[in-house]
T-cell receptor, first 113, second 108 residues
Framework: DADVTQTPRNRITKTGKRIMLECSQTKGHDRMYWYRQDPGLGLQLIYY???????NKGEISDGYSVSRQAQAKFSLSLESAIPNQTALYFC????????????FGSGTRLTVV | TQLLEQSPQFLSIQEGENLTVYCNSS?????LQWYRQEPGEGPVLLVTVVTGGEVKKLKRLTFQFGDARKDSSLHITAAQPGDTGLYLCAGPPNDMRFGAGTRLTVKP
């Protein structure tokens, strides 16, 4: 099994629908992140969580919400999807040390029509 | 505003050529990381550089951290088609910022 698992891998949804993207990890890391990737813009931080009771907004949190159900689970919701939320979404984890990198999931490709 | 500037944005070369890509910032970082992302997958960590002036080698890849810890470079020697991918630099995880990446294509 992958260290960081994202579901679904692909999703097409209609404008106005609520959608949830799920992430689970077996790394045992406290820190989890949701990033969005658009061509030419790199990875933009949506939300991050340093432990189960800690949730923080990133640079592009408008239109998104998250839930940290357990240390290993961090889900991202789009309350009312819009076409410009079409993107590749990545969940990532990291350890607490500054020298440790992220472990990413394989991503969810979301299309809002 | 992208605080980590990567150049070039795109690079297409023939197998066997050497190349260098760059990651620059006006900020000082405690460390910088390099990732490679292949189509359909998430980025994978290649290396973390921590000390100003540090050079790390990973087979044909050489990573350097600038003396002032504001910039880094990745040099690939004798590139191979398997090196094709998006190369991303990032600050340390507590910084949570990534560059936009250099998309490298190595043609056989």
């Amino acid at each position: 099994d992958a260290d960081v698992t994202q579901t679904p891998r692909n999703r097409i949804t209609k404008t106005g629908k609520r959608i949830m993207l799920e992430c689970s990890q077996t790394k045992g890391h406290d820190r989890m992140y949701w990033y969005r990737q658009d061509p030419g813009l790199g990875l933009q931080l949506i939300y991050y969580s340093f432990d189960v009771k800690d949730i923080n907004k990133g640079e592009i949190s408008d239109g998104y919400s998250v839930s940290r159900q357990a240390q290993a689970k961090f889900s991202l919701s789009l309350e009312s999807a819009i076409p410009n939320q079409t993107a590749l979404y990545f969940c990532a984890t990291s350890d607490r040390g500054l020298d440790y990198g992220y472990t990413f999931g394989s991503g969810t490709r979301l299309t809002v029509v | 505003t992208q605080l980590l500037e990567q150049s070039p944005q795109f690079l297409s070369i023939q197998e066997g050529e050497n190349l260098t890509v760059y990651c620059n910032s006006s900020s000082v970082f405690s460390s910088l990381q390099w990732y490679r992302q292949e189509p359909g997958e998430g980025p994978v960590l290649l290396v973390t550089v921590v000390t100003g002036g540090e050079v790390k080698k990973l087979k044909r890849l050489t990573f350097q951290f600038g003396d002032a810890r504001k910039d880094s470079s990745l040099h690939i020697t004798a590139a191979q088609p398997g090196d094709t991918g998006l190369y991303l630099c990032a600050g340390p995880p507590n910084d949570m910022r990534f560059g936009a990446g250099t998309r490298l294509t190595v043609k056989p």
